[in-house]
């Protein structure tokens, strides 16, 4: 029977620039409550703390709930879509998001916090440090909270892998009555952030969860290339 577990990592504290979030988790999780990890664990960490850490974090006027718009502008490749003041851009990474991912929830207020540059490099430096500190293999995803195109609500998805598969490919398999498969893709990387934040939520401010029980086969490596759907592929650009 396939069984999965996912629960919120309590104790991690305020995140300042230049700390170390692998090293915040290994405090945290070294022992119960949290921990300890065991090989195949994922950790599931939020954009917000990566990007504190990184000091990704910009200056505006707290008073003009609308001064960060120029950021949004600034960190897009391209303006997709805007609607009085929200604005849907393509950011440098091939996201496509609302105001290219910049927030200002959960932050001091004054100032906006912009998307990590390489979540996937973020993600390998935690779990190269939980490697070398506890011993483990564990697989790590940034997570951050989109919308999505004819739906309403937000979800968490992944947008930095390292150790996780971000997409596992089913095409060529066969379905529970001996079809073969020809498109399915799972974006289990998506579905793993979006479990998580079921545990974490919105304004407890939990940053870290642990999600234990995903396939042995889908811990590999791997980056957000596997996700961000090329435009030659793409029917709505």
Known sequence: MARLMAWSVEGIGEITPGMQIGDVIVEACGAEPNGP????DVLV???K???KAENRLVAIDA??????????????VRIVRRRGD????ET????????SGIDLSNVERGYAALLPLDSDRSARRIRDIVKAKLGVNVGVIISDTFGRPWRKGLTDVAIGVAGIAAVVDLRGTEDALG??????????ADELASAAELVMGKSEGIPVAIVRGADPS????ASMSEIVRPPSEDLFR
């Open 92 to 99: 440098k990474h091939g996201f496509v998001c609302a105001n």
């Open 63 to 76: 008073d003009d709930p609308l001064s960060h718009k120029q950021l949004v502008e600034d960190e897009a």
């Open 179 to 188: 079809r073969v498969m020809q498109v399915t893709e799972v974006c289990v």
């Open 49 to 51: 703390i990566v990007s």
């Open 218 to 221: 889908w811990f590999r490596d």
């Open 45 to 47: 960490v939020t954009q």
């Open 37 to 40: 990890l065991r090989d195949n």
């Open 86 to 89: 929200l604005i849907i851009t």
